[in-house]
């Protein structure tokens, strides 16, 4: 019974964190990869990245930060992809960096603190659906990031209760996993 009130309190959580828009000035923006298909990012992916380029147009932070690595894909990767596609949107490539060798959220947080240490940053602004930031916020933070949720406003599982909710209930597994210690 108190397992039950504590995941349905972390689910609450997520959903409020998803709906939590909390855009402002950063360092970077952080754009936590999806899938990508044969070097054009996936629908999801894309939307993330258009949302990047709003806030990057709005000239919210210096630089971007893409993340993800190859999921099995021999010639591409996730960070890649999502560089050369904010490039082809304009975006100055010295503005983009790819970090292209993650395969989880937790080694996609882990390698941009530290390329955030690198240069010294200390805030960004995390990009991804809304589900998605709650557990992105806790990693980052773990590793001494302060880091602001800005859900993608254009997200194909967000727009769809079904996948909104099994993505959340997902969400809600892995942040308990966390918790408990967990760090893969």
Known sequence: MAFALVERSLYRSIRTQAARDETRPADVIVVFGAAEYNGSPSPVFKARLDHALELEDRGLAPLIITTGGPGGDPHFTEGGVGRDYLIQQGVAAAKIIAETRSDTTYESAQAVAEMMRQ??????????????????????????????????????????????????????????????????
């Open 119 to 184: 240069r010294h940053l200390q805030t960004c602004l995390a990009v991804s659906d809304g589900f998605h930031i709650h557990r992105i916020k806790l990693m980052l933070n773990s590793l001494g990031i302060t880091v602001y949720g800005s859900p993608d406003p254009d997200s194909p599982i967000e727009a769809d209760s079904f996948m909104r909710t099994m993505h959340s209930l997902r969400e809600t597994l892995l942040c308990t996993l966390w918790y408990l210690g967990f760090r893969g």
